[in-house]
C-alpha cells in the first residue's frame, strides 16, 4: 500500500510561481520503481495530465505548462515536486498526485488547492 500526501497549494498572483510537494510513503521499493505524476481538475472540468516523472526519470509534460511547470523528484525517489513559473488563471485547479507501480495499481492523494488571482 502507497500513500501519497499532497502540500503547496495556495493563492498566488498571475505571473506568480509556487511549488507543490507530493510526499509516498509505504514501500520503498515499490515507490522506487513507481511512475509519478501531477494531474490537476478544474471546476467543471474533467481531471487532466499535468507532468509525469518515471522511475528512471524520464519526465513528460501537457502542451499548456510546456517551459512553464516542472517536475523532479528527489535521490530518494519518494518526493516529487512540481515548480510551477508564469502562472495563469487558467492553472486554477485542484492538483493531484498520483502514482503507478509496475502492476498498473495506480495511487491518488487528496489533492492541493491551487488558484491564480488574475
Known amino acids: 500500500q502507497v500513500q501519497l500526501v499532497e502540500s503547496g497549494g495556495t493563492l498566488v498572483q498571475a505571473g506568480g510561481s509556487l511549488r507543490l510537494s507530493c510526499v509516498a510513503s509505504?514501500?520503498?521499493?515499490?515507490?522506487?520503481?513507481?511512475?509519478m505524476g501531477w494531474y490537476r481538475q478544474a471546476p467543471g472540468k474533467q481531471r487532466e495530465l499535468v507532468a509525469i516523472i518515471s522511475s528512471g526519470g524520464s519526465t513528460n509534460y501537457a502542451d499548456s505548462v510546456k517551459g512553464r511547470f516542472t517536475i523532479s523528484r528527489v535521490n530518494t525517489k519518494t518526493t516529487v515536486y512540481l515548480q510551477m513559473s508564469s502562472l495563469k488563471p487558467d492553472d486554477t485547479a485542484v492538483y493531484y498526485c498520483?502514482?503507478?507501480?509496475?502492476?498498473?495499481?495506480?495511487?491518488w492523494g487528496r489533492g492541493t488547492q491551487v488558484t491564480v488571482l488574475s
Open positions: 498520483t502514482a503507478r507501480g509496475v502492476d498498473g495499481r495506480s495511487y
Open positions: 509505504g514501500s520503498t521499493f515499490i515507490i522506487n520503481n513507481m511512475g
